[in-house]
């Protein structure tokens, strides 16, 4: 998994947020993890893992998921990846992942289309005028440049 890759994050199986409690075989993930690698975003690579967490209220059981690795924290756009997760997610388990709980982070709008079946690059493209403009804005308030 390379040596210098930064640990980002970790998706697991029980991805109803609250809602199904049964565990995903690990080849739904896998799947998952290889599919979200065919996206070929930048700097970033999906793998499927398992394991046995020792606390949380899946403590002590086996899981499965999806080990994000930042591979170019410079290139890897997060909210790119949040929502081409939330995507796949989406495809795979539409029974049990409640998509509107991504309303919280990228809006109604953009639950729709992920529930639409929009390509989650079309989305990302959609948001990029907007971006531009944040991105100007805040290059004044950064501490490092």
């Known amino acids: 998994m390379g040596g210098d ?5 970790i998706v697991l199986d029980r991805v109803s947020g609250g809602g199904s409690e049964s565990c995903r075989q690990s080849g739904d ?9 065919r996206r070929d975003l930048p700097g970033v690579r999906f793998y499927p893992i398992s394991l046995t967490p020792t606390s949380s209220r899946f403590a ?4 499965h998921g999806v080990f994000i690795i930042a591979t170019d924290r410079d290139r890897m756009r997060p909210v790119r990846v949040g929502v081409e ?11 049990s992942f409640e998509v509107d709980k991504v309303g919280r982070l990228f ?7 992920i529930r639409a079946g929009e390509d989650p690059a079309a989305i990302a493209t959609s948001w990029s005028r907007a971006e531009s403009a944040w991105r100007l804005l805040r290059t004044k308030y950064l501490r490092y440049r």
Request: hydrophobic content about 45%; aromatic content about 6%.
């Open 5 to 9: 890759a930064d640990l980002s994050g």
């Open 85 to 95: 997760v939330a995507s796949a997610l989406y495809r795979l388990f539409p029974e």
């Open 60 to 63: 002590n059981e086996l899981c």
């Open 29 to 37: 993930l896998a799947i998952g993890a290889a599919e979200l690698n």
């Open 107 to 113: 809006g109604a709008d953009t639950v729709k289309r």
